[in-house]
């Protein structure tokens, strides 16, 4: 059971460049979410999906966008990298297994560097 | 909009001090409060809370939620190196996405 894994660890990108980052969980969890971590910042909500086929934006999703066609996987995509996504991106999941809100179990992260 | 504030943003101690890390929140549709650990990677998880009044404790670590007053602490009794970290707190703000909303986070450094 490999939780959340996410790929790749690390990238630099040039302005306007675009890439995918990968996200896949092994847990059968239902909801996903994509986080970005700032220095000294909290996590804040990029995007969310409740289900296979559903994505919901979150606090800050401009410059971003992202699909679920399995439940298992939610890749973000960046279509025109800008110095401003220069981040940590961590995907999450979790379940509401029962009808309550577990807790989200968290990737290792993927450090984005846009040059 | 959904607000959560951590106090302080850092602290410093020494070995076996006692700390209290706040957390207070104004989120519409309150369900619950979490408290993750975050090391240089990916937080973890320590507390999820939903009630008031009630202490959750997991060896030298204890949070409690005071629903009436918007607020969490989370205490950690003779602190250890291993401790350092970066402490954040999250609310779970409702309308059935189970969204999160973080705070900044408490930097805890523990000295020998």
């Known amino acids: 059971n490999a939780g959340v894994t996410q790929t790749p660890k690390f990238r630099i990108l040039k302005i306007g460049q675009s890439m995918t980052l990968q996200c896949t969980q092994d847990m059968n969890h239902n909801y996903m979410y994509w986080y970005r971590q700032d220095p000294g910042m909290g996590l804040k909500l990029i995007y969310y999906?409740?289900?296979?086929?559903?994505?919901d934006k979150g606090e800050v999703p401009n410059g971003y966008n992202v699909s679920r066609s399995t439940t298992e996987d939610f890749p973000l995509r960046l279509e025109l990298a800008a110095p401003s996504q220069t981040s940590v991106y961590f995907c999450?999941?979790?379940?509401?297994?029962?009808?309550?809100?577990?807790?989200?179990?968290f990737g290792p992260g993927t450090r984005l560097t846009v040059l | 909009e959904d607000k959560v504030v951590q106090s302080p943003l850092s602290l410093v101690v020494h070995e076996g001090d006692t700390v209290t890390l706040n957390c207070s929140y104004e989120v519409t549709n309150f369900r619950s409060l979490l408290w993750y650990k975050q090391e240089k990677k990916a937080p973890t998880f320590l507390f999820m809370l939903?009630?008031?009044?009630i202490e959750k404790k997991s060896g030298r670590l204890s949070s409690i939620l005071d629903k009436k007053e918007l607020f969490s602490i989370l205490n950690i009794t003779a602190t250890q190196t291993g401790d350092s970290a970066v402490y954040l707190c999250?609310?779970?703000?409702?309308?059935?996405?189970?969204?999160?909303?973080f705070g900044k986070g408490t930097k805890l450094t523990v000295n020998p």
């Open positions: 999250a609310v779970e703000a409702g309308g059935g996405s189970e969204k999160l909303v």
């Open positions: 999906s409740v289900g296979a086929g559903i994505t």
């Open positions: 939903t009630s008031s009044g």
């Open positions: 999450a999941s979790s379940s509401t297994e029962g009808g309550s809100y577990n807790e989200q179990f």
